[in-house]
T-cell receptor, first 116, second 115 residues
Framework: ETGVTQTPRHLVMGMTNKKSLKCEQHLGHNAMYWYKQSAKKPLELMFVYNFKEQTENNSVPSRFSPECPNSSHLFLHLHTLQPEDSALYLC???????????????FGPGTRLTVT | TQLLEQSPQFLSIQEGENLTVYCNSSSVFSSLQWYRQEPGEGPVLLVTVVTGGEVKKLKRLTFQFGDARKDSSLHITAAQPGDTGLYLCAGARREYGGSQGNLIFGKGTKLSVKP
């Protein structure tokens, strides 16, 4: 138990569906992250929120839409996904820093997403 | 561009054997982290190394950061089936301008320890 929870753990959705992934951290951190993990590829950083402000968007398609209502919660809204979006989506949190330094990240268990 | 190369990609050994996995880059990192990930779970942080030449031990695991802070190694002594998993290294680079989240991950080494 790392203090970062994700729901759901598994999700199967059609290409026309709309769904949301949820992440919650209980570590008192101020930075939260979404990563995508596909087979044979390194972890891909998608979005970063630092003190609730989005500070990174690594050229992620607009069919992925993040939301960070407070420093403990992070959502990833999904709509009109493609089969190649099937992957493990990981949330992480870390100590935030307004100077932009990178600290140790703590990951949730992930959501295994399958797009049919 | 793959900034962090991990080797070997796959490693299958018998219980009790020793092993070393490597994480190499041409870039300098301000720190480097090692994670272990089990199937269906997220990566779990094992250690962070910060200083060039630093060595850290975690029970049977020994982590070393290269003098130039471009590479790292993880050595496991007397491996056990519970060590099975994907070992990931991630380098942190201090970016000017306040950009957070600059962890660069390698593809990982998949270790299997057979009883």
């Amino acid at each position: 138990e790392t203090g970062v929870t994700q729901t759901p753990r598994h999700l199967v959705m059609g290409m026309t569906n709309k769904k949301s992934l949820k992440c919650e951290q209980h570590l008192g951190h101020n930075a939260m992250y979404w990563y995508k993990q596909s087979a044979k590829k390194p972890l891909e950083l998608m979005f970063v929120y630092n003190f609730k402000e989005q500070t990174e968007n690594n050229s992620v398609p607009s069919r992925f839409s993040p939301e960070c209502p407070n420093s403990s919660h992070l959502f990833l809204h999904l709509h009109t996904l493609q089969p190649e979006d099937s992957a493990l989506y990981l949330c992480a949190s870390s100590q935030g820093d307004l100077r932009g330094l990178t600290y140790e990240q703590y990951f949730g268990p992930g959501t295994r997403l399958t797009v049919t | 561009t793959q900034l962090l190369e991990q080797s070997p990609q796959f490693l299958s050994i018998q219980e009790g054997e020793n092993l070393t996995v490597y994480c190499n880059s041409s870039s300098v990192f301000s720190s480097l982290q090692w994670y272990r990930q089990e199937p269906g779970e997220g990566p779990v942080l094992l250690v962070t190394v910060v200083t060039g030449g630093e060595v850290k031990k975690l029970k049977r695991l020994t982590f070393q950061f290269g003098d130039a802070r471009k590479d790292s190694s993880l050595h496991i002594t007397a491996a056990q089936p519970g060590d099975t998993g994907l070992y990931l290294c991630a380098g942190a680079r201090r970016e000017y301008g306040g950009s957070q989240g600059n962890l660069i991950f390698g593809k990982g080494t998949k270790l299997s320890v057979k009883p």
